[in-house]
Structure formats: C-alpha cells, structure tokens
C-alpha cells in the first residue's frame, strides 16, 4: 500500500511537496482505514484545484516514477523540471516513494538530472518502527559508489548485489531496481533474501496504476478472471439500462482489416513467445484496446487464432451490441469498473478526471460504492476531481481531501484538508465558497473581466 508520495522540481512542483495517506484522527467511517499497529492509512484520497493548478503533474509525476522503474527515461522528460525558475535545469529532480510492503515500511527515492537524463543517486530501504534506516541498496553515480546494506544477512546475497552494483555504475540511464529486475531469476533463486528488490519492483509493474483523461486505465483485464454477472450486476446497479454481457469470438479477418499490419503481426508474435515459454497447461492471452473497442487474442490447443470481444445486452436479453453502440458514459465505466471489483485488492489506483464523461451523480455513487468496499478490501484509489458534490454529500473523510494551489510564484503546493484546521461545526463544501478556502478556488480578476464586457458592448 503506498504510505507517501514526495516530489521536487518536477513541472509545476518547485520546492518538495510531499501526498500522504496517512490517516488523520478523524473518528468517522473509520471502518474503511487501514491500520497495523504502526500505521493507519486511508484507502481513497480525492484532490481538488483550480484548472491548471497542478492536479494533473501530481498524476504525471506517479506515471514518470512508474515509467522510470519499469521502462527507463520516457519521452519528454528533458523538460519537465520546473520551467519558471531557468537555473532548475542544472538541479536535480528528485521523487520519493513510501510503501507498506508485508507489513514493513519501505522507502524508494532517486534523483535525475532531466536536462540530459542523468540519474545521480538512488536509495532503497526499510524504515524501522524505532525510525532507523536499514538499507537495502544505495547508488550515488557521481560519486562512482554502490553499496549493498545492513537489510541483508546472508553474504553470498551481498556480494551477488554488490557485483550487480558495480556493474551498473557505467549506466546513469537506467535506474538499479530496474537492472536487478530483468533477467535476474536464477539470482533471486539461489538468494531468497534479495527477493525484497524483486517485491518492489512488481509494485511499480503490477500493483500500481495510472491513468490520465485520454488514456485507458489497464484495458479490462478483469473480463478473464471475474464473473460476468458480477460485472452485469454492477453495471446495471449503477443505472447504465445493462442487464446482461457475454465474450463473443470475432472472425480472424475482421480484425486484420481493421488493425495496422505491423501491430496485428506483433500482437501474434508475443502470443506465440508467451505460448512457447508458457507450455501447453496455459492459456496465455494479450488484450488489444482503443477507447471504443477490445479484443482478446489466444492461441487454442491447436495453435489457430480466436479473437473475442464483449458484447452488452439492455432491458431485452436477445439483443446484444457492442461496444462502439455504448455510450461515452458506459464506455468509461467499463474502464473505471475495475476499482469495484475483488481482482484489485492489494492495487493502487491514481485516475485523472475520474468525473470524465460521467454525470455528477454517477460519479458520486462509483466513489460512495468505492468507500464501502473499501471496508473489506485494501485497494487504494487517488483521484482528481472537479466534482464538488463529493464533498457535499460528505462521503468523504477530512484526512480523505486534499487540495492543489498555486502561489503566485507559478508552483503548485500541497495542501490537505487538514492543514486549514476547519471548526468541527463548519461543512467543507460552504467553506469553499464562502471565502474559508478561498484559495482553492479560481482566482478571477473582476476588473479584467468587466473591463472586457465594456469593451465588448462599445
């Protein structure tokens, strides 16, 4: 579960801001926060803020440390150090990840100089319960130095760590978590002790999961492990006029008439690496998405093709559609279904505009269903929203919101809810427009405006 988010001179974050789910005092719906006897941590966290405040870096931030851990340096990233301060370019960027990972607090951070994609130190460690560091792993690439720490017992574990270590010295492109991750098995075979390394990485790949407005989330993976009728149930509960889905099989040629060439031919080549590699007990297949349609590719026993996709019937039970005739609406449900369902236990979810293409109140039931779940399971789910009717119905927790400002410097800052101390007395949703919170709010300039409407009615 993720504990603490921090980040410094990375778009519009300048000085480090520090996301946290640590749980507040609050007695209320304690039900749903996580807790062992060192930590309490909510599982859902909602933040607001003016249009162009800074929500969305917050999510391109968790995406950039994801995509620098599983895939390297994405594109783009020389510029994305805070711009409106030109001497940031020759600092470093720095992100630091908090997690609660078998119950022990584990702590990631790495530097990068972005101007010229030079990583300059990465730390990996455990925080104890007295608030000692026992570290994992530590690299500093300026200084030349990589060393194995005092986590470890076994020697045969440090030395195979330190001999990785050091060869990874030369690469200031790649992050240590994710050289140690790929090709590596028979290492963590012969040295069970370093599979901490190994835990934390499938964090990043696996557990967690980001999505902005024009992406999809993780492309319905759920339709090959859950039950149809759970996913109908829920659907339809949630008002969407669906009462029944089933997966159809697609013929060959439709698909390869409508998909490029050269991605149809990989698709099927990963297929037959992951069948090969897999043996013929196994079933594997790779899930083809675009915003409106979805498919699934296998290899049967005999090696053929089959395609299928997913088909919706409404109030008549005979007549299916697929999901090109779905609306907007329903399309983006199916992508945010997920967060719902059993199969995401134990996963983080951070969503961009999680309100897109849903009315307010769809929008305020997915969350109100969401928090009930949440009494039973331990998904986390961080979203940015507009929709300030989660907070007039106050479903939500104080230590459950949290804000995004920006000063006049251009940076954005992190504010929780909690940080403005409001009267016990006092409902969140009056204070953001009565001038209690006032600087969450947009920050209009009246003269301008009427100076415009003048000028537009002479």
Same mark, same amino acid.
């Given at each position: ?8 001179? #990375? ?9 946290? /789910? ?39 931030? #968790? ?13 783009? #990233? ?64 300026? %200084? ?42 028979? /290492? ?36 090959s492990s859950s039950n149809l009728n759970e996913i109908a149930n829920l659907l339809n509960a949630l008002g969407t006029g669906i009462s029944d889905l089933k997966i159809v099989e697609v013929p060959v040629d439709i698909i390869k008439s ?38 699934? #590719? ?67 039931? /997915? ?44 940076? %954005? ?18 204070? /953001? ?26």
């Amino acid at each position: 579960m993720l504990i603490k988010f921090s980040i410094t001179n #990375f778009l519009s974050f300048n000085d480090k801001q520090c996301f946290s /789910m640590e749980a507040g005092k609050a007695r209320k719906n304690s039900k749903r926060i996580y807790r062992n006897k060192n930590i309490k941590l909510t599982k859902c966290e909602v933040i607001f803020g003016a249009n162009a405040s800074g929500k969305s870096n917050l999510v391109e931030a #968790f995406q950039f440390v994801q995509d620098m851990v599983v895939d390297g340096l994405p594109r783009g #990233f020389t510029n994305k150090y805070f711009r409106q301060i030109p001497a940031n370019q020759s600092i470093p960027s720095s992100f630091k990840i908090e997690l609660l990972l078998d119950n022990k607090h584990i702590v990631y951070e790495f530097s990068v100089l972005l101007k010229n994609g030079s990583i300059e130190e990465e730390h990996l460690y455990e925080l104890t319960t007295s608030n000692q560091e026992k570290s994992i792993f530590y690299r500093n690439l300026k %200084s030349s130095i990589f060393e194995a720490g005092d986590y470890f017992k076994n020697k045969n574990a440090v030395e195979k760590l330190n001999m990785y270590g050091e060869d990874s010295i030369a690469d200031s492109e790649l992050l240590f978590l994710s050289i140690i991750n790929h090709g590596k098995e028979k /290492m963590y075979e012969d040295n069970p002790e370093l599979k901490i390394l190994r835990k934390v990485y499938i964090w990043f790949n696996n557990l967690l999961t980001v999505s902005n407005p024009d992406s999809i989330l993780t492309g319905y993976p759920y339709f090959s492990s859950s039950n149809l009728n759970e996913i109908a149930n829920l659907l339809n509960a949630l008002g969407t006029g669906i009462s029944d889905l089933k997966i159809v099989e697609v013929p060959v040629d439709i698909i390869k008439s409508k998909v490029p060439e050269e991605l149809f031919n990989k698709v099927v080549a990963d297929l037959e690496k992951k069948s090969a590699k897999k043996g013929r007990h196994h079933s594997p297949s790779i899930m083809l998405r675009s915003y409106k349609e979805f498919y699934t #590719f296998e290899l049967n026993d005999n090696d053929d093709l089959i395609i299928k996709t997913i088909e919706f019937s409404h109030e008549s039970k005979s007549v299916y559609f697929n999901l090109k005739e779905e609306s907007d609406g329903t399309a983006r449900l199916l992508d945010l279904i997920e967060i719902l369902l059993k199969v995401s236990d134990n996963r983080v979810f951070v969503i961009d505009e999680i309100d897109r293409c849903l009315h307010p109140a769809m929008t305020t039931r /997915m969350i109100e269903l969401f928090l009930k779940m949440a009494e039973q399971r331990n998904t986390q789910l961080i979203i940015t929203s507009h929709e300030s009717r989660l907070l007039a119905t106050e479903i939500l927790r104080n230590d459950e919101v949290c804000f995004v400002i920006k000063n006049e410097k251009g940076e %954005s800052i992190l504010n929780p809810l909690e940080k403005y101390q409001l009267r016990a007395d006092k409902k969140v949703y009056s204070a /953001m427009f009565d001038g209690t919170l006032s600087d969450v709010l947009p920050n209009y300039n009246e003269e301008k405006m009427e100076f415009i409407l003048k000028k537009d009615r002479s």
